[in-house]
């Protein structure tokens, strides 16, 4: 897929399925809300506010992508390290390409999973 078709399906995504405040209703939403709160967190604090919410978004999108089932080793084995770079709070990521590559990868999943998924509302998660 070409990074204009990404591109276009990310707006999709964010149109459809997120909201303009607080958790999606459909896990394809909340994949993207977790990425961007992730890299907002780094980029524009320097992960100065990084709390547990902010290792759940993490977590989230790691356990949601790989159990499904649906990417190769090769992909499983990019999203853990993506993420486990991440969550290394104390020294925050502030380039795009993991956070890119894992919006692709969100994108990947929505692709595999056309059909709204309904997200469990986490009451614990004030992120």
């Given amino acids: 897929m070409s990074p204009k ?3 276009e399906q990310v707006k999709f ?3 459809n399925y997120v909201p303009q405040s607080g958790q999606s209703e459909f896990v394809q939403g909340e994949l993207l809300i977790a990425v961007e709160k992730l890299r907002y967190e780094a980029q524009d604090n320097g992960n100065t506010n990084w709390d547990g919410g902010h290792e ?3 977590v ?3 356990t949601t992508l790989i159990d499904d089932g649906k990417f190769d080793v090769s992909k ?3 999203i ?3 993420i486990a770079r991440l969550l290394d709070f104390d020294n925050p ?3 795009d390409d993991i956070y890119d590559r894992l919006t692709e990868r969100v994108v990947d999943f929505f692709i595999q999973n ?3 998924i309904l997200h469990v509302y986490n009451e614990d998660l004030h992120r």
């Fill in 80 to 82: 853990t390290g993506d």
């Fill in 76 to 78: 499983q084995g990019e």
């Fill in 56 to 58: 759940v978004l993490a």
């Fill in 13 to 15: 995504i964010w149109k």
């Fill in 5 to 7: 078709q990404y591109t």
């Fill in 114 to 116: 056309p059909e709204p």
């Fill in 60 to 62: 989230y999108i790691k």
């Fill in 93 to 95: 990521y502030l380039e």
